[in-house]
């Protein structure tokens, strides 16, 4: 059956002559099997490369750039904005914010007429609200949705600084330039929220200091109630609204106690950096790509290839990792199908954000080039990327 599977699978493997290939949508992306991928485009503040790659049967990374107005006003102010969307339970939570974060973003900056930390909370807990009013809305009919949540990371560059947000464990490296010794260093600027991190279970017991049980040990990896990883996240209602956490959601996800408040937060760590001209570029990545290589390694490689199609190059230093782990060959790990593939790797999604120091001195009401790019292609059908030789399957969970 597998070698089956596999020759089923070679032809969306070849090299960019295969018919498989989008090539019409090249503005967008191309898709090659199981990865979609930009090799280049033009932000206002310099160059960027994204890739996908898909694991589950449904993807469940989204992810976005936009680059031009940050706000529904034409006046400005103008920047990027970079958004990675890892989801767990199924896609519809990533998908979601694919569709509104940005756009709360917008609404929020043309209100308060500029960029801040507090516009960009604002828009978060916009798209947790949005997406509660869904689930509510669904409830009677979709129940497992209320057991669908994403991680969110997300990055906008205006006027020369930096905010980074984050809710989950996807990551934000940027790559420094020392001039003292020529070499470019890595510096994580995202906080994660995962509870294998000692101080996030610490933060949990804080948060919650009646529950004994609030982080668990179950099968030797750390979970809240048992159930998840993060401690943070759009989504992931039925660990915020306790109504949701009944009859019919499955019985896996029913917590045994009722609860008062919240168990995870929505409420994102935000930090704000004033970018230098020795600042050479952003990556931004969910864990999938992280799980394989550490912030230097992903660091170097950038460093030490061409921009175009970098983000596709981490994704396969990636993939020979996780092929070495189980002793395989990346050219088998490539044959395997979204779902068994699962196995070996996440979803993984990556997007540099190269920063060019004369673009970054200019004001934040200069206009430049305005550019919407969706990882997997926005013209690309919304249920999700897939071998094209085979139909979609629907289950996502």
Not at 84 to 97: A, C, F, K, L, Q
């Amino acid at each position: 059956m597998l070698s089956r599977l596999i020759n089923f699978l070679r032809a969306c493997w070849l090299p960019s002559s295969d018919p498989c290939i989008h090539t019409g949508l090249e503005a967008a992306g191309r898709q090659d099997g199981l990865l979609w991928y930009k090799d280049k485009g033009q932000h206002m503040n310099g160059e960027f490369s994204m890739a996908v790659v898909q694991a589950n049967n449904l993807l469940e990374d989204q992810s976005q750039i936009e680059s031009g107005p940050l706000s529904s006003l034409g006046s400005g102010p103008y920047g990027t904005f970079v958004g990675i969307y890892d989801g767990h339970g199924g896609p519809e939570t990533s998908r979601y914010i694919n569709d509104y974060l940005f756009q709360h973003l917008k609404r929020l900056t043309s209100e308060q007429q500029s960029m801040s930390v507090d516009v960009i909370r604002k828009a978060y807990q916009a798209t947790e609200e949005g997406f509660f009013s869904l689930v509510a809305k669904q409830w009677s009919m979709k129940p497992q949705i209320a057991a669908v949540g994403s991680c969110c990371l997300v990055g906008v560059i205006c006027g020369g600084i930096l905010y980074i947000a984050n809710l989950g464990d996807s990551r934000a490296v940027l790559g420094r330039h020392v001039k003292a010794t020529g070499e470019v260093i890595s510096i994580q600027l995202s906080s994660e929220h995962n509870v294998a991190i000692e101080s996030v279970r610490q933060e949990m017991h804080s948060w919650h200091p009646d529950d004994s049980q609030i982080v668990v040990l179950k099968h030797n990896v750390w979970r809240v109630k048992g159930l998840i990883q993060i401690s943070r996240s759009i989504g992931d209602v039925y660990l915020k609204k306790a109504e949701f956490n009944r009859e019919p959601l499955y019985a896996k996800f029913r917590l045994h106690e009722p609860f008062k408040r919240p168990i995870l937060s929505s409420d994102p760590s935000i930090s704000v950096h004033r970018l230098q001209p020795h600042d050479q570029f952003l990556i931004f990545a969910s864990d999938g790509l992280w799980e394989h290589l550490s912030n230097q390694e992903a660091v170097d490689i950038v460093q030490n290839h061409p921009h175009s199609g970098i983000a596709r190059r981490l994704i396969k230093a990636a993939l020979q990792e996780a092929a070495k782990k189980r002793e395989m060959r990346y050219s088998d790990l490539k044959k395997i199908d979204r779902g068994v593939r699962r196995h070996f790797h996440d979803d993984i999604t990556v997007a540099v954000v190269f920063l060019d120091a004369n673009l970054l001195s200019r004001a934040s009401t200069v206009k430049g080039p305005s550019v919407s790019v969706r990882g997997g292609g926005i013209h690309l059908p919304a249920k999700t990327l897939a071998p094209c030789a085979s139909p979609m399957e629907h289950n996502s969970t």
